[in-house]
């Protein structure tokens, strides 16, 4: 009794406090400390970046599909990279390729993805007025600015951007003499890449404190979204690899630039050996590997804690196995730093060793299996509401699926040193990780549009959306397996001059490519509807999806703050969804179960007197006062 | 009533949020990501190491006497949050000086340590034997340049008087992360030592 006094005396006392001045126009849309609009900032970046990224896809598809094809019309984008004979420089695909890769791994699915979701539903999530530390959170958005200057940069020097694969590999990605890009274009992907990895470092931190600190009255771990789940474990897992990729490309800048010989041992060129002795190539691919597992689950994991709740929240039902999502979530996540050598089992590596980590890999099965069932078994006998979000969130669902079993057949050493390197590994990993991660990041925009701007997109746009978007991935992708099982190899320029490749599946290349421009053309349907919806779309109620979560309580376009008066104490789990006995199909999170006794089980009724205890407890307000 | 809750294994007392220091929060999470580079720096030298062609040679000596100066100066910067603790300002402010001081002798020292290698013909452009040795030295001294910023500020808030018994945040979050620079180097320095 004597801390609800306490809490009494603290809310009177924060009444007394003055409200925050008015601020400038550049601290509050530039250089804002507010989560929403570092959010919303990450979120325009992260799109600016994708049109980008998928552009230079369709670049090399089109030279892929159609390698006899004038190129003379995109001369005026890309200058001298269209030779003489109006093609497209060989040394120039690589770059293409490798930037696509880059962008879309790094500065689309985690940056735009974890940088906008992390931020925008954490605080309004678990009901906290902020982040942990604005100050740091701003710094990570413009650490990531300046990273994404950088890179953008480089695609404009003359001798072209870095080409040696988004896995930078040395010796390729160590020697200036391996390629035109291969010398201040490296060196400028190396520095906007450190740049990045600071910033993700940054946000991370801050989306850890933020989880485990400032959860609201009664938020235990056990009540939190799986979204907040997600983004946690998302950001522990950055945490630990990050570091790991700057080490590893530390010591590549080491060799580039100061004659170190980290990775580099008895290389010759034009005849000449070169004065590096004693470096280990495959040490690089370990520690690179060491981020870039975990990596594809810093992608993938909040897509599907996002999808979670929005299939819940849509299917009108509880989540099913609410609890086993979590642990599957954390064995995904743990399993994700002891499997990095099933991307090397060509590189040499100790068949026994390989046995190892294949059978670690496969493991990895089982909690994906858990996720994906608990997706279906939600959806089954749910009162479905096709939003485009939940469509979205189903496609994601969709490609997990049918991208995962590939990974079935991957991880086996065994089928890995044929498919190795080939086009069934890029429909893999673009079906499981590339596409099933933008779905969760165009399902989460769909379904948080209106807690963003305060406006509707508009459905039938976004029905367009989804159909011409899941049908064109499909066509892209499933194809792609049978030219990989072919064994066309990735990142080659041509197929016209090898007798494996030269007299078959050129037609096959030629329908992936139109069905891949057909894509592209669809998500311009998402690009108009996400602008006229921001000044012309129908305004949002304050909680259009009848939804349990806390961001749904807020006022319809949030302030500083999040919260005009006290932040809301929570009760029960966010699925209370289609509970028997209810007034409606939906109790939001700040619902006391004594509020609800018609509804409420046997054991929610002894909760009951456990509120009193809940209202008591420290307000946890970070700001002590409200706005 | 309190006894039928207690009776009931389904119901979970509501708990307090942890309520840590954020501030602290963030500075353990940084060190967690401090910890990882260095761990990866370290494995990479024991995989690197396995693969044989690796050069021999003897660790100056210096490091050793370094390893102690910089032992000393974590015992003076618990003297500094002791003396905090107490209200102590005059011990306050000669503490951290004193721990600044044995910071500074500590890089020269670490310095020195890079001459004698040099002198001793391993260079950092060469066998990555030698090069690893730099690199551990090199990024281990500076984040002690970041402890030693950190100290400043330190210093700076004792002489205002802003850090006393009953605001501890500053001088705590300066003291976790020197002990942690600390242990980080000793454990470089068995390291190298062992898998030499």
Redesign the interface.
Known sequence: MATAIDNQATVAHVAEHEHHEPQSFLRTYIFSEDHKTIAKQYLISGIIWSVIGISLSVIFRLQLGFPDMNMGFLRPVLGNWINESNKLDPNFYLALVTMHGTIMVFFVLTAGLSGTFSNFLIPLQIGARDMASGFLNMLSYWFFFLASVIMFASMFIETGPAGGGWVVYPPLSALPQASPGGGSGMTMWLVSMALFIVSQLLGGINYITTVINLRTRGMSFSKLPLTIWAFFLTAVLGLISFPVLLSASLLLIFDRSFGTSFYLSEIYINGEALPNVGGSPILFQHLFWFLGHPEVYIVLLPALGMTSEIIATNSRKPIFGYRAMIASMMGIAFLAFIVWAHHMFVTGMNPFLGSIFMFLTLIIAVPSAVKAFNYITTLWRGNIRFTPAMLFSIGLVSFFISGGLTGLILGNSALDIQLHDTYFVVAHFHLVMGAASAFGLLAGVYHWFPKMFGRMLNEKLGYIHFWLTFIGIYLVFFPMHYVGIAGFPRRYYAFTSYDFTKNIFADMNSFISLAAVFTFTAQWVFMYNFVYSLFKGKKATQNPWKSNTLEWTTPIEPGHGNWPGEIPAVYRWPYDYSKPGAKDDFIPQNVPYSQTPESNLPHENELISLEKEIEAQNLNDQFKQPH | ?SE??ND?S???????????N??K??LW??I???I??F???T??YL??RA?G?W?EYTIPAVFSYSSVVLVVSSLTMHWAYIAAKKDNFRSLKIAITITFALGMAFLYMQFQGWVQLVNQNVF?????AG?FMY?FTG?HGFHLISGLIVLVFALVAAFRFSIHAKSLNQIEIAAAYWHFLDILWLYLFFFLVYFH
Do not use: C, D, W, Y
């Open positions: 009533m039928l809750v009931i389904l119901i979970e007392e509501p708990e307090q949020t942890l309520s840590m954020p501030k929060f963030i999470l940084f967690v990501s401090i990882m580079l761990a990866a720096m494995s990479a995989v690197r693969e062609n050069l950092f452009v060469g066998n990555p090069s690199i990024l």
